[in-house]
C-alpha cells in the first residue's frame, strides 16, 4: 500500500464512489451540479462557490458566497447543519426507535453496549478529568460573531431532518483518491482497520496512529523536495509506490503545467474551467508527490506549487494569501483534505453541565424530546453529540435550565488540559462568551474562584448570562485588557489563555476567514498574542501547591499564532517549560517550520485538524510556571505528565533571556489607582495618593 494510501486521514470517505474524475457525476462542483439532475441528489451542498467563469477575482468570490446556499454561516441565533452534517458518527439504523436506541446507551453498565459505543457510560462519569465538566460552544476569534451559538439566548439549532439516518456524514469527493479508496471497492470483505469508519469514540487510538503515520509522511516530503530540487531530472527518486496509488488516475493525455503567458490569457479570458481547475490540481499534486520523475523538463517545483496554490484560492474561494498560508502546512495530499474538510460543517456537539445534571440524565431526557445523540468518545464524559431533532436544540427547557451548553467538540481540549482543581483560584483570561469558563466551574465544583475576563465589554453580557444559565457561583467577571495582568491581580494557580485570533481553525463555520484576513491581520495578532501569553504567565503564582500552570489555546493552525508565540514564551520567560497536556490525541507541534526552529518541548504542543480529528482546527499548549530561580529545563519533575522535553543546550545559549518586569511597588501604585478611579465613579471623594501612585500618575500624565 503506497504511503498516501497507509496515510489516508481516518475520517475522510470518498463521497462518491471512485470514478473516473472526468465523470459528470464525479465533477460535483457548482458547475457540474448546475449541468446536471444527477448532481442536484448529491449529497454535498453547492459550496465549493466559485463560479469559475466570473471575471475578476474579486467577483469571483462573491459569486463564490452566492453559490453555497446550503453552506453559510448560520444565521445569528441559527445554527444550521447539513444533512450530512454528522460526519465522523456512527450510524443509527433507520426506523430505529431512537428512544430505545439512547436508552441502550445510557443505561447502566449491565446493557449490552451498542455499536459505536465504545466503554460503559459509568466508566465516562467517573473519569476524575471530566467529572464536573459543562461549558459551550467552539472557539471565536477575535471579534467573531459566533458567539451566539454560547449566548443566552435561546438558540435554534437546526438539524439533520428527523427521518435521516444519523451516520457518518459523506466526504467531499477527493480530488486525488488514494489506494485505500480503490481498495475499499477493488477488495470487498477485506476491510483492513483503515477503512474502518471514524467516530468521536475510535478517534483517539486512530488520531495517535495517524499521527506517527503523518510525520513520517512529512518527513518522506522534505527528502523528497530535497532531492527534487537537487536534482529535477533524477529519475531514480522512489520515495515510495505513489506511482501504483495514482496509476489509476493518470489521464490519457500527458498533463502540460501552463506557463506565465497561459496564465494570464486564461485570466483575460475569464478565469478557468471549473473541471480543468479540479483536474488541474489533481495533476499537479501528482507531479508533486514525484518531482524527479513526473515534472516537465525545465519546469521548477516552485512553478506547481504556484498553480496548485491559485487553483485551491480559485476552487475553494480563499485569497491566495491565506490559500498559501495554509498549503505549506501539510503535505500536498494533505492539504487538499484540509481545505475540503472546511468545506463541511463540523459535529454539533454540546456539553454536560455537571453543575445541574448528568450525562446520562441529560441525555435521557433530550431523547425524550426526540433527540437522536450518543456520547462523544472516551476523552470526554461530558460531551455529547447530537444527530437530529425534533427540538431547537438551543431552546429545550433543558437547555434553558443549564443542563448543557452548545459547544464544539475543541473547546472542551484546553479546559481539560488546564484540568482546574477545587478551591484553586484560576484567571480565564480571554473569556467571553463563557463556554471555557463554566467548564472550569463545573470542574472546580463551583468552589474556589474563576475570575472571568474579556476585553470587549459588550461580550461580557453573554458571558455573564452563560455563567448564570449554567449556575456556576464561583466566578466573578471582568473586563480588561488582558495585557494588563497581573498588574490587576496576580497569584492564581492556573491561567487559561483561549487567545484571540484568525479563526483559521473554524472557515468551516465562519468562511469569511478566506478572503478577510492578509498577512498584516497575522502579524498584529501574533504580536498581541505574545504579549498576551506573557501576562498569562506572569499572572500565575509559582508558589502555588496544587498548580502553577498555564494553557494556551486558539482556534487557528497558522504557525505564527501558535508555535511562534509558545517559543516566544519560553524565550522570555526561562522560568517557564512546556509540559504534556495530558491529551490523549492530537498532532506533535512542530519544531521546525519552513526555516525557523522552534524549541525541541514546542512538539509537546497539541494540533487537531478538521481533516484528522473531525472537529474545529485547534491548538493547544501548556505551561508549567516554577520559580524564577529555578528557571532551568532540567527542573525537576514533578510528574510524569509533567516530564521536560530534553532541550538543547545550544538552542538554550541562543535563547535571549529578557524579563519585562512586574514589581510589586508598582502592582500596588496601579491597585491604587484602580481603587481611586472606582470611589470617584462612585462619587465618593478618593484619599491622597501614595508616592508610588503618585509617581505613576506622574508617569501617566
Ligand atoms: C477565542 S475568544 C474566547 C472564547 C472563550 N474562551 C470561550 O470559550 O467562550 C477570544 C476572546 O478574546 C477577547 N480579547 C481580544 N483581545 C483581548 C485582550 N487584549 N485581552 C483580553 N481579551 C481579549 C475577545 O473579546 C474574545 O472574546
Known sequence: MGRRAKHKQAAPEALEPKEPYTSKKQLGKRKAEADTQDEKSSPRPTKRAK????????????????AKPTKTKPKKNAKVVDDDGSEGW????????????????????????????????????????????????????????????????????????????????????KIIPTQS???????????????????????????????????????????????????????????????????????AEPFHLPTAAEREEEKAAGGPDVHLVQRRMREVARVLAKFGKRAEKGRA?????????????????????????????????????????NEIPRPVTIRTNTLRTRRRDLAQALVNRGVNLEPIGKWTNVGLQVFESNVPIGATPEYLAGHYMLQAASSFLPVIALSPQPNERVLDMASAPGGKTTHMAALMQNTGVVFAN?????RTKSLTANIHRLGCKNVVVCSYDGREFPKVMGGFDRVLLDAPCSGTGVISKDASVKINKSDRDFTLLSHLQKQLILCAIDSVTPESKTGGYVVYSTCSVTVDEN????????????????????????????????????????????????????????????????????????AAKSSEADEPVAVDPEFMENIQVERTGFNDEEDKAYLEE??????????????PRSKAAQKLAEAKA
Open 51 to 66: 463560479d469559475l467563469s466570473s471575471k475578476g477575482k474579486g467577483k469571483e468570490i462573491s459569486s463564490s458566497s452566492k
Open 90 to 173: 456512527e450510524d443509527v439504523e433507520d426506523g430505529e426507535d431512537l428512544r430505545g436506541h439512547t436508552k441502550s446507551l445510557f443505561n447502566d453498565s449491565d446493557e449490552e453496549e451498542p455499536a459505536g459505543f465504545v466503554g460503559d457510560l459509568d466508566e465516562f462519569d467517573m473519569d476524575e478529568d471530566d467529572e464536573f465538566i459543562s461549558g459551550p460552544a467552539q472557539e471565536f476569534d477575535f471579534d467573531s460573531d459566533e458567539e451566539e451559538e454560547e449566548e443566552e439566548e435561546e438558540e435554534e439549532v437546526v438539524l439533520p431532518s428527523k427521518t435521516k439516518k444519523s451516520k457518518q456524514a459523506e466526504r467531499p469527493k
Open 181 to 251: 479508496d480503490q481498495s475499499s471497492s477493488d477488495e470487498d470483505g477485506d476491510e483492513d482497520e483503515d477503512d474502518e469508519r471514524v467516530t468521536m469514540a475510535n478517534m483517539a487510538a486512530r488520531s495517535r496512529k495517524l499521527e506517527a503515520q503523518a510525520e513520517e509522511d512529512a518527513e518522506l516530503d522534505i527528502k523528497e523536495a530535497q532531492a527534487a530540487a537537487a536534482d529535477e531530472e533524477d529519475d531514480d527518486i522512489d520515495m515510495d509506490d505513489d506511482d501504483e496509488d495514482m496509476e489509476g488516475d493518470i489521464d
Open 301 to 341: 517545483r516552485a512553478e506547481y506549487i504556484d498553480q496548485i496554490v491559485s487553483d485551491i484560492a480559485s476552487y475553494y474561494g480563499y485569497n491566495e494569501f491565506l490559500a498559501e498560508k495554509l498549503f505549506h502546512l501539510f503535505p500536498v495530499n494533505e492539504a487538499i483534505e484540509f481545505f475540503e474538510a
Open 454 to 458: 474579556d476585553a470587549n465589554k459588550a
Open 563 to 634: 508555535e511562534a508565540v509558545v517559543d516566544y514564551a519560553l524565550k522570555k520567560r526561562p522560568n517557564v517549560k512546556l509540559v504534556d497536556t495530558g491529551l490523549q490525541f492530537g498532532r506533535e507541534g512542530f519544531t521546525s517550520y519552513r526555516g525557523k526552529n522552534f524549541n525541541p518541548s514546542v512538539k509537546l504542543t497539541r494540533r487537531f485538524y478538521p481533516h484528522v480529528h473531525n472537529m474545529d482546527g485547534f491548538y493547544v499548549a501548556k505551561f508549567k510556571v516554577e520559580k524564577r530561580s529555578k528557571a532551568l529545563p532540567n
Open 674 to 687: 484602580d481603587k481611586r478611579k472606582r470611589m470617584k465613579a462612585k462619587g465618593l471623594r478618593p484619599p
